[in-house]
């Protein structure tokens, strides 16, 4: 439910958008993407390569990389700005588009800029792909509706099925078909939606629900004033009702005040504030001059791998206690090994529990670990991580018990018989009629012996395929 917000927009120039939309992989279809995407044009995203700056943010904005690599600690950055495309590192691709389109729905017209697309290959068959959008010429409220319909990526309520993108005089009912049909043609077939009725953007149906996440930064002029509705609206992206009117989903004025509080980092108000929310991250600024290009450069830099490396954090998380939901642990004792191996994968490489050397970013940051929840995920996969463990050592505990039983039994009858008993007659050739002949203690040596072999061929080959097994997977993850 929303309300009319009786009070003028604040005067916008310009916002800055990234519109981030998770997937999932295939297995090993890692290189036959990269192929893809490197024949379209993209190039990997390298901090050694100064003309990458200024190459894919639009005008004259540019991102220092020396800078960047700085702002995040060694351990860090060496997951964030690999050096090589190593498979257990951010492997970002980038393209420069230009390609202007424009969102069309009964309540707006707003041309838009894509000035560039990311594809992030990442760990655990994860993958981002950012359209980085800018518009300008509109009002506050527009600005927020066009994020709101364009974050929707398969049209299902009243609001989402009257937006629709004009492209060379093409009409595209879902934004979905404008993202693979248009900016990355056939790149779904790098997509797992094989358990998710072939649907793209429930690759991940634990995460997300057919919306991408924003990451916006809206630019006001020097005269605005922003107050806490200003603020709330642009957390929340309530932009207008169905009379064209700016609309607000909270009539509270100490609820707004409290969500601004609880939800804002304020450091730099009253010029400049960040808004974050489970689904939105938020700048908000009448900055001028160089302090303006400092916050679109971090809105592009620092916080944009930020807030990558979060979500990264929480969709494997997430992916992590859904598989573990999954595993039948009596009967896939090899998923239950490979989880185990991914969730300490995860804990020893990725989770970072600091992430920047500068005090503001480290605020940022922890901010929006706290809003998406994630150290409460990480305790909850430890603790699947020490169930496992557990379960795994009564598992061996009860075989290797077994396995002794047995042992002790071949051991106490071939003490008592000794293996010789039956040997002369086993020599080649083999007489059948020796064999008849035996009686009941000569058939039990006979019985132990040719088991005994068996049993052992079958412990040998059992112990090489779970050793050629865990050789695999460490492999697979290193």
Excluded at 144 to 171: M, P, S, Y
Excluded at 436 to 450: D, K, N, P, R
Aim: include cysteine; aromatic fraction near 14%.
């Amino acid at each position: 439910m929303t309300t009319v917000l009786n009070k003028e927009d604040p005067p916008l120039e310009s916002s800055y958008f990234h519109f981030i939309f998770p997937f999932s992989m295939k297995e090993d279809c890692a290189g036959e993407a990269i192929n893809y995407l490197k024949h379209k044009g993209y190039e990997f995203f390298s901090l050694t390569s100064k003309t990458q700056e200024k190459a894919y943010y639009g005008g004259n904005n540019k991102i220092s990389h020396k800078e960047l690599e700085h702002y995040f600690l060694p351990f860090t950055s060496d997951v964030l700005f690999p050096k090589k495309e190593h498979r257990l590192t951010f492997r970002r691709y980038s393209k420069a588009t230009g390609i202007t389109a424009e969102l069309q729905s009964n309540l707006i017209k707003v041309p838009f800029t894509i000035n560039s697309i990311d594809v992030f290959l990442l760990p655990f068959e994860l993958g981002f792909i950012t359209l980085r959008i800018s518009i300008k010429d509109v009002s506050y409220s527009e600005a927020i509706e066009f994020a709101a319909r364009f974050r929707v990526l398969e049209n299902r309520t009243r609001d989402d099925r009257k937006a629709v993108v004009l492209f060379e005089n093409e009409t595209y009912q879902q934004v979905e078909t404008f993202l693979f049909n248009v900016l990355l043609p056939d790149f779904t077939r790098y997509l797992d939606v094989g358990q998710v009725n072939g649907s793209h953007f429930e690759s991940l149906p634990f995460f997300i629900d057919e919306r991408m996440y924003v990451q916006v930064l809206f630019q006001f002029k020097k005269s605005a004033k922003l107050h806490d509705s200003d603020l709330f609206r642009g957390s929340q992206l309530d932009g207008l009702n169905d009379e064209g009117q700016p609309e607000i989903s909270s009539s509270n004025k100490d609820y707004i005040h409290d969500y601004c509080i609880e939800n804002g980092y304020h450091r730099w108000a009253p010029n400049t504030y960040y808004l974050i929310d489970e689904h939105v991250f938020s700048c908000m600024t009448n900055a001028t001059g160089v302090e303006r290009d400092n916050k679109l450069d971090q809105m592009y830099g620092e916080f944009y791998y930020g807030l990558l490396l979060n979500l990264f954090h929480k969709i494997v998380l997430l992916r992590l206690s859904n598989r573990y939901s999954q595993v039948h642990l009596e009967k896939d004792n090899e998923e239950t090994e490979k989880l185990i191996g991914e969730i300490t994968l995860f804990s020893a490489r990725f989770f970072f529990l600091e992430l920047a050397a500068q005090s503001q970013g480290s605020n940022i940051f922890i901010k929006l670990k706290e809003v998406l929840q994630n150290q409460e995920l990480y305790d909850d996969v430890k603790q699947t991580l020490s169930t496992l463990y557990q379960y795994q050592d009564q598992k061996s505990a009860k075989r290797n018990n077994y396995l002794i039983s047995i042992l002790t039994i071949y051991t106490v009858i071939t003490g008592i018989y000794g293996m010789n008993m039956v040997i002369q007659e086993l020599k080649s050739p083999i007489k059948l009629s020796k064999i008849s002949s035996f009686g009941f203690f000569e058939y039990l040596a006979l019985f132990v012996t040719v088991t005994g072999i068996a049993a052992s061929l079958l412990l040998g080959i059992s112990f090489l395929k779970k050793w050629i097994r865990e050789l695999r997977n460490r492999n697979g993850m290193e």
